[in-house]
């Protein structure tokens, strides 16, 4: 099985800053990578797949980057809408592995 | 526009039974791979088990094999997983996903296995 290792596992950042979230794979999955994100009460949504390809109607503040086992996703200029928890994702094999989340949180 | 409508979850006691359904539209269903994805209350999301376009092929969480089955009914654009042997730490919202990267969830139905 693929291990999905996300780092922080949380971080507190204020309005127009920019964050960092990083996601290991422990093995190389290309770029078999997706990120979503996730609001308390809803369902994860989908906002980056093959690294860096945004969803539909995702803002360009967000971005992915990274192939083979190390990834990054960056959220640039902060909203008060970003506020919420991100899961990472390979779909390189099964089984289909999430990463254990960062919960990003207004400092 | 992409919609998934899970739908059959409730209170279960262990070693119970209990099947979801997931009503899809506004694509096209039997060309898709689908998922089924849960999480556990304050948990992550996990996932469960795949089935291929034509219901040929599946897989399963180690968690879940032998004892949950997924199938599909592509003229009712309709997925299914029933559920045996329920454990409690099969309580969870289980989430109806489209292809292997998850691109559209539903609202998800909540499984409760409790005595």
């Known amino acids: 099985d693929i291990q999905m290792t996300q780092s922080p596992s949380s971080l507190s950042a204020a309005v127009g800053d920019t964050v960092t979230i990083t996601c290991r794979a422990s093995?190389?999955?290309?770029?078999?990578l997706a990120w979503f994100q996730q609001k308390p009460g809803k369902a994860p949504k989908s906002l980056i797949y093959a690294v860096s390809i945004l969803e539909s109607g995702v803002p360009s503040r967000f971005s992915g980057s990274g192939y083979g086992t190390d990834f990054t996703l960056t959220i640039s200029s902060l909203q008060p809408e970003d506020f919420a928890t991100y899961y990472c994702q390979q779909y390189y094999s099964y089984p289909l592995t999430f990463g254990g989340g960062t919960k990003v949180d207004i400092k | 526009e992409v919609e998934l409508v899970e739908s059959g979850g409730g209170l279960v006691q262990p070693g119970g039974s209990l099947r979801l359904s997931c009503a899809a539209s506004g694509f096209t269903f039997s060309n898709s791979v689908m998922n089924w994805v849960r999480q556990a209350p304050g948990k992550g999301p996990e996932w469960v088990s795949s089935?291929?376009?034509?219901?040929?092929?599946?897989d399963y969480a180690d968690s879940v094999k032998g004892r949950f089955t997924i199938s599909r009914d592509n003229s009712k654009n309709t997925l299914y997983l029933q559920m045996y042997s329920l454990r409690v730490e099969d309580t969870a919202i289980y989430y109806c996903t489209k292809v292997e990267r998850f691109e559209s969830w539903g609202q998800g139905t909540l499984v409760t296995v409790s005595s």
């Open positions: 089935i291929g376009s034509s219901g040929s092929t599946s």
């Open positions: 093995r190389a999955i290309t770029n078999y």
